[in-house]
């Protein structure tokens, strides 16, 4: 890195640059069918430098990069192609002056480090304690995945900006025969054992859905989607639509005067706040890629818009200030905080007749500016009078920005850390 | 890749020493694209990435993996295959799994390279900006009102790959793609439209001819733009369902390709029994096959494997009765099929998997109506005539015809599956109506079941596949596809 900004520094042509650069080092390990480390998930140790350089040359012209370690063993011919990718791009040069953050969180396990370097048999024996419980819930075939990482986050720019992060986090995807899924994040060796009580219920639902049950469709049947399940589909039509990229470029569902207007999109109880700098939390960071700081941002609060979601060149062409970014659920919470949140099983047992979905086929496919969608989910459980049923295969229809203004509860389970919601779509039940 | 033969014999020889096989692969991929949004270059990035993996072999066939991202720095390059070396000790230390049939395959020599005809890494960004700027424009200028974004990309990705054997295979491909998005804002809810063009290199930007028909086809979208709001929705399954070639090759990349794909003998798919190849099996009608192969000319080419294995033409149907499985070295002889070559990694980085390359589905002839026309270009009462004077309304009083794929996702194990549509009308002898946008699900070897009768020649489509987390661009051809109706079968 070193030589690549004494190189930059020298450089007659370069009038201002910033240099992004993301060092990991990382271990994985997986279970595929029955065998921990074998061919499709074998033991893995990776080392990648990765980061970006932007450049204002004295043109005025930008030119975006990637770096990799190739582009810092090699500065001269970095810049150089750099210098030829050069476009013109007024709302781009954005370099911040340097500063002292406000704060600084720990986002770094040194217990973590050890295992990520030196003891492969934590990971290996985790594997196995999940296979064991997912077993006795009658999994046969097993798909888990643990990775182990530590990071370093450095961006200097022209302007004296030098700010450097350490991060460790430890990641477990479990697959229980693509009927449901969980994933658990930590930014510290994380024990199986402390979920034991939401895996049990996961059993539960996984063996119920061991059998296929038929519904004869006769009145409205209320669904309660998963944590993962929920979050997903607000994700995919709610924080997509904040994004500041396309909030400038009128692809978003809100333009910038909804954001000015504060226009109300959604119900009371739908606040959105990140707090990016929380201290070891997955996706917590003290600042962004481009060496914002990570301050507490809130884009709607009780339904209305506030900012979109901005980084420095949309926070430049929307003339906003800059927001810290939206890095997924650990740090982002969506409903206010005196919202009343049902324990998940208490929810199914209370339930006289709905449909739990865990997760969606296609999210991705749904058309995020309308807010139209029509989701099927193969693995429902029906459930009736608080008795888990059987599986059924639903198809939910409808437009997430009318459905949640209707009579919409919460649930959390401590496999996510997002709550659940319940709410009435319509549900068509296949076959 | 200067001097990577001596790096890769560097690293084997080390290898040896402690009695460990290894395969070696190099990596060097570039990529650069420009983005123009609402009549202004928004966007230009350069990326370009070097790399090394090592997959480590003991003699029982234990393996480990370790890669590193640099093929210059010797001491991390030892330090990476140390790192695979002693992660192959632990898993035999462990009693994993082990892959023996990697020590059955023959040593390769080749050299394979799919190259574009101009390559998009010689034009000048101002060359570049000018090309992009002139099709944005011709799109901008027929739709003022709406927010348009077009994007160019382009990519080489060269593979060198070496194994203990001698084994040295040499390949490169190249990829160009033209992206169109319009969002029909400006009203309460816009409607998101897609358009792509794909080829090898730049000179998809001078293909005037093709982008033309882009426009056509985007236009052909765009019109029902306004009327969508308005339109009804329809859901519920037994219907007849017409699939647009983009629908159709979606349908047989996810919900067919990826149950064939050999490593689900790990876990489960409809075309295993007893976790083998159901050789025979009937899973759709006699005229009906299913190939995977990708020429030079497709995108998805991947001549080699990436255990450097050559990548046959897979026949997976074969008049309608499961011939063989997308398969890799690993689960080939288990899955008991032939060994197809299929194994695809995206990056150094990664762990080989079976992939698609360019999945197609062919009809025999005498099920097949020839259409004069690009049906992606046509008014829909064109194909109504066409369906009307194949005698489809005879049998079938009412069609669903679902036009532009958003994409789609599949449960391989059990072969669930899901696929959103841009548009979607109802046909009848006499009416086309316009209704709200469906997902079309269900069970892939019932759909394929229903499939009766073709419309057209196979139509290429471009897309990019994820699978474990690894995005590879693969493309599908299909030509319009009748589905007769099936109760597990839906449409919502």
Sequence with gaps: ?431 | MKNVKKIAQMLISEAQKENIYTIIRLQDYKSRSINAKNGKIDNANLTESTGIGIQAYTQNGHTGFASVDTILDEKRLLACLHSAINSAKTSKQSNFEKIKEIFEIEPTKAEVFQKPEIDPFTITNKEMEKDLLKFHSNIQRKYPQYALSNTASFSTNDWRIFRSDGTDVHFSTSAAILVSTVNTSGKEAGNEFYESSYGKGYELVYDSEEKSAHIKRLANKLQYSDKLEAANHVSGSNRAILLDSSMAGVFVHEAFGHTAESDNIYQDSPLLLNKKLDKGKVVAKPFIHILDYADKNDRGFNPYSSYGIKRNKITIVKKGKLNSLISDIVTAKRAGCQLEGGAVCETYEDIPVPRMSCTQIILDKNKTIPLSFDHREANTKEIQKVLREAGVFDSFSEIIYLLGSSGGNVDSQKGNFQFAATLAFKMTKSIVELIKPVSFSGVTLEALHSVEMAFGDPIGIPGLCGKFGQYIPESTKAPMILLSPNKYVTIG
């Design chain 1, 1 to 431: 890195m070193n030589n690549l900004q004494k190189y930059l520094k020298k450089t007659k042509e370069v009038r201002n640059y910033r240099l992004s650069v993301y060092k990991n080092d990382s271990l994985s390990i997986g279970i595929y069918g029955q065998s921990i480390g074998g061919a499709y998930a074998p033991i893995s140790n990776s080392s990648k430098i990765s980061g970006d350089l932007l450049i204002e040359w004295t043109d005025g012209n930008i030119s975006k990069t990637s770096i990799t370690s190739a582009n810092l063993e090699n500065p001269e011919r970095t810049v150089l192609t750099a210098r030829e990718v050069s476009i013109t791009d007024e709302y781009s040069k954005t370099f911040l002056d340097n500063y002292r953050p406000k704060n600084k969180t720990l986002q770094y396990s040194k217990e973590l480090k050890k295992i990520q370097t030196e003891n492969q048999d934590f990971v290996v024996d985790q594997l196995r304690k999940i296979k064991d419980i997912e077993a006795s819930f009658g999994v046969k075939s097993f798909e888990t995945d643990i990775l182990a990482s530590i990071s370093k986050t450095q961006v200097i720019n022209s302007k004296g900006l030098e700010l450097a992060d350490s991060f460790s986090s430890y990641t477990l995807q479990s697959s229980l025969e693509s009927r449901f899924f969980f994933t658990l994040s930590s930014r510290s060796p994380l024990e199986i054992s402390a979920y034991s009580a939401s895996i049990e219920l996961l059993g539960k639902l996984f063996r119920a859905s061991d059998t296929s049950v038929k519904v004869k469709q006769k009145e409205k049947i209320a669904v309660i989607l998963s944590p993962e399940a929920a979050w997903s589909l607000l994700s995919f039509f709610v924080i997509n639509n904040l994004r500041g990229s396309l909030v400038a470029n009128r692809l978003s569902r809100f333009s910038k005067e909804d954001f000015k207007d504060q226009k109300k999109i959604l119900p009371p109880w739908f606040t959105l706040c990140a707090d990016s700098q929380k201290e070891m939390t997955p996706g917590a960071a003290n600042f962004t890629s481009e060496g914002v700081e990570n301050e507490k941002a809130t884009f709607i609060k009780n339904g209305q818009l506030k900012t979109p979601v901005l980084d420095l060149k949309h926070s430049q062409k929307l003339g906003l200030p800059p927001t810290s970014l939206i890095t997924g659920p650990y740090t982002t919470s969506f409903v206010e905080k005196d919202t009343k949140v049902d324990a998940l099983e208490k929810r199914l047992n209370e339930s006289e007749q709905a449909v739990f979905i865990p997760y969606f086929l296609g999210m991705h496919t749904q058309n995020q500016t309308t807010g139209d969608y029509s989701l099927p989910a193969p693995y429902a459980i029906y459930i009736k009078n608080g008795k888990l049923r059987g599986t059924i295969k639903v198809i939910i229809t409808g437009n997430i920005f009318v459905d949640l203004a209707n009579n919409v509860k919460f649930t959390k389970w401590d496999l996510f850390p997002q709550p659940g919601i319940c709410f009435n779509p319509n549900v068509i039940i296949e076959g």
